[in-house]
């Protein structure tokens, strides 16, 4: 009964071990497609920005209806491109498995001018396609209040 005790002792311990290890290879690896995806809309490269990207994505931001598919996406973020806006995203926390992983982070959204206009929360899904980490959903929570219309 000792051993079997032991035994279970040592399971317990290893498995959470290899998960731990799995959480931050896959943190690493999130970011570093976290980055690829900021460089890649500076840039003005579309096809490495969609590259990040599953085909049937999915993003939501807040009061607005979601956007699916890469190509949607990337349609999405042209013009912010174009004009010059970037996107600087902090993770701060990932817990992943070996298909999904679940990104929680803080964002900025910065103009041509180097003039933050946004700032927020998000919540990312990653799939594992392939090997390597997708974005598969994105929501996005802005922490700066709506903007009230004009006479109201």
């Known amino acids: 009964m000792k051993n079997l005790f032991q035994l279970s002792l040592l399971f317990i311990l290893i498995t959470n071990f290899v998960f731990a290890q799995e959480n931050n290879e896959a943190k690493t690896a999130i970011e570093n497609n976290l980055q690829k995806l900021e460089n890649a809309l500076q840039q ?5 920005f969609g590259s990040v990207w599953t085909e049937d994505a999915m993003i939501k931001f807040s009061g ?4 699916t ?11 912010m ?4 806006i970037r996107i600087d995203a902090t993770t701060k926390e990932v817990y992943a498995n070996n298909k ?3 990104e929680i982070g803080t964002y900025k959204v910065i103009n ?8 927020g929360y998000y919540s990312t899904l990653w799939k594992k396609v392939n090997g390597d980490w997708l974005i598969f959903r994105d929501i ?13």
Do not use: C, L, N, Y
């Not at 003005?44 to 490495?48: N, Y």
């Not at 607005?64 to 956007?67: H, T």
């Not at 598919?69 to 013009?79: G, L, N, T």
């Not at 996005?140 to 109201?152: L, N």
């Open 64 to 67: 607005k209806d979601p956007v």
């Open 44 to 48: 003005k490269d579309f096809q490495k």
């Open 112 to 119: 041509a001018d180097d003039q933050t206009i946004d700032t």
């Open 100 to 102: 999904f992983a679940t």
């Open 81 to 84: 491109a174009e004009h010059g």
């Open 69 to 79: 598919s890469r190509q949607a996406i990337i349609d999405m973020h042209r013009p």
């Open 140 to 152: 996005i929570s802005s922490s700066v209040p709506p903007q009230k219309a004009e006479g109201k």
